[in-house]
């Protein structure tokens, strides 16, 4: 790492226009994340922040080392949690957990055949609130409907970071107003006079895992009952989002249920699927078999 002492008021370098696009390629070549114009100084700013912090002096040296080697690997790690963006919330989208509550688990429940398990996967999972809701959700149906199941959800995203804020499970309590206050008492314990921590019982339900959507065919995780993935594919192409999209309904179980944000994809719908209706949700159930 280059040993370059910066003073607090040197100002940023600017960055040349070929530069900037270098690096936008990187960021979309390796994440899928396409950074529109109106954000170059948003990238400026970050690069020029993270440069300074490990001592490099112009945006090429720094690219140049985030290339080479085991030491590149690693701060490019710490680039893509500074790049992307991790905002999230407890209970969210609330007409997704309604649809989780009120349509697909009495179903599932009501079947022939229950399954002894949910496997439920949570794709760009950021820091951890959203696969903790459906954590909530499912653990709540179980105890007011009497429902006899486990279930465990996989939590991916591609910021460690992220990850590890999740695995904590600590939230300040700011992050909890969208949550009741039954809910809070039955699933939080409190940590200190502004930090909630999610109990035990959930924790251990969720697997964070580091994933790159970009490369599922490393993904080392069986078939879904359901798959949850909102306000990621938002900041890819459409030409990615489809792809992205194929890839993960080949790890649904038949019957299996995909949750996307209302508008995150249009004009697409495998042969395999079919569409469910629920409020503003956009969802699809992978049918038994297409004929
Ligand atoms: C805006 S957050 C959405 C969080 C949550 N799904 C929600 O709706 O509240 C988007 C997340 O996608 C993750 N992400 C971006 N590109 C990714 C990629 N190529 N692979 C996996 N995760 C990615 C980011 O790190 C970020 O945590």
Not at 44 to 67: D, Q
Not at 139 to 168: C, E, P, Q, V, W
Not at 188 to 216: A, G, P, W
Request: glycine residues 6%.
């Amino acid at each position: 790492m280059a040993n370059v002492a910066w003073s607090g008021i040197e100002s940023m370098p600017s960055m040349e226009d070929d530069h900037y696009l270098e690096w936008k390629l990187l960021l979309e070549q390796r994440t899928g994340m396409i950074l529109p114009d109106e954000r170059r100084s948003f990238l400026t700013t970050s690069l020029g922040i993270r440069m300074r912090e490990v001592g490099f002096r112009n945006y090429r040296e720094y690219y140049n080392f985030v290339l080479e080697g085991q030491g590149g690997k690693i701060e490019w790690a710490t680039l893509v949690d500074r790049l992307t963006v991790h905002e999230t919330r407890f209970f969210r989208h609330i007409s997704s957990v309604n649809l989780i509550r009120d349509l697909l688990l009495p179903e599932w429940m009501s079947q022939d055949e229950i399954p002894k398990t949910l496997n439920i996967w949570s794709v760009g999972c950021s820091t951890g609130e959203e696969p903790y809701t459906l954590a909530m959700v499912l653990d709540n149906f179980r105890d007011t409907d009497h429902a006899d199941y486990y279930y465990g959800i996989t939590a991916s995203d591609i910021s460690m970071a992220s990850l590890s804020t999740g695995r904590k499970g600590i939230f300040h309590s700011r992050k909890l107003r969208e949550v009741d206050d039954l809910t809070r008492r039955k699933y939080f314990t409190r940590v200190d006079d502004t930090h909630y921590q999610v109990k035990e019982t959930l924790r251990k339900r969720i697997c964070f895992s580091h994933l790159n959507v970009l490369e599922m065919d490393r993904i080392p995780f069986g078939k879904m009952h359901m798959i949850f993935c909102q306000n990621m594919l938002i900041y890819f192409d459409k030409e990615r989002r489809i792809e992205i999209l194929d890839n993960l309904i080949e790890h649904l179980e038949p019957g299996g249920v995909l949750i996307l944000g209302a508008g995150e994809i249009l004009g697409w719908k495998p042969p395999i699927l079919e569409k469910i209706d629920f409020n503003d949700t956009l969802a699809f159930r992978r049918l038994a078999a297409v004929n």
